[in-house]
């Protein structure tokens, strides 16, 4: 799965020294508790053209609202 193959490589600078594997597990099992529920919500919700356009629409200002942060360096 190269997604969660990118995750881990984003999560793993971030996490605390030696932590790093579980930082990944932690991120591996969001995203697949995040589709399981878009999945479950999916079937009742079908055939509703407001719903997703509404969801769309709060991502969208969850992403602007986020503060800029840069990465930081690692220690060499």
Same mark, same amino acid.
């Given at each position: =799965?190269?997604?969660?193959?990118?995750?881990?490589?984003?999560?793993?600078?971030?996490?605390?020294? #030696?932590?790093?594997?579980?930082?990944?597990?932690? =991120?591996?099992?969001?995203?697949? =508790?995040?589709?399981?529920?878009?999945?479950?919500?999916? #079937?009742?919700?079908?055939?509703?053209?407001?719903?997703?356009?509404?969801?769309?629409?709060?991502?969208?200002?969850?992403?602007?609202?986020?503060?800029?942060?840069?990465?930081?360096?690692?220690?060499?």
């Amino acid at each position: =799965m190269p997604l969660l193959t990118v995750a881990s490589l984003a999560v793993a600078p971030l996490a605390p020294p #030696g932590t790093a594997t579980e930082a990944a597990g932690w =991120m591996a099992s969001a995203i697949r =508790m995040g589709l399981a529920a878009g999945t479950a919500a999916a #079937g009742p919700l079908a055939g509703h053209f407001a719903v997703p356009l509404a969801a769309a629409a709060l991502c969208t200002l969850l992403l602007a609202a986020r503060p800029a942060t840069a990465p930081v360096p690692a220690a060499v």
